[in-house]
């Protein structure tokens, strides 16, 4: 069987990927997962190349915004 993967983000083609998926169903089930994996890491990093500015992936956290409890808190309360 022949599969063929095609990725556009935003309207703007990003890659297309056809290949020959041969073999048993398990072989062909674990293939096809591969691509979609592969396919999957490819289209986020399609999607965080095309972002206008470079945002950091996680929020800095600021003086006194601790909100999660020490052992000894959580045991207490």
């Excluded at 990003?14 to 041969?22: A, G, I, S």
């Excluded at 470079?54 to 020490?70: I, K, N, Q, V, Y």
Aim: charged fraction near 30%.
């Amino acid at each position: 069987m022949q599969v063929e993967i095609t990725v556009k983000v935003d309207g703007r083609l990003v890659k297309t990927h056809t290949e020959q998926v041969e073999g048993t169903l398990e072989q062909m089930e674990e293939k096809v997962d591969s691509l979609s994996r592969v396919v999957a890491s490819e289209t986020l990093q399609a999607s965080v190349d095309a972002m206008p500015q470079p945002r950091p992936l996680f929020r800095r956290r600021t003086g006194g915004s601790d909100t999660r409890a020490t052992n000894r808190e959580r045991s207490s309360g």
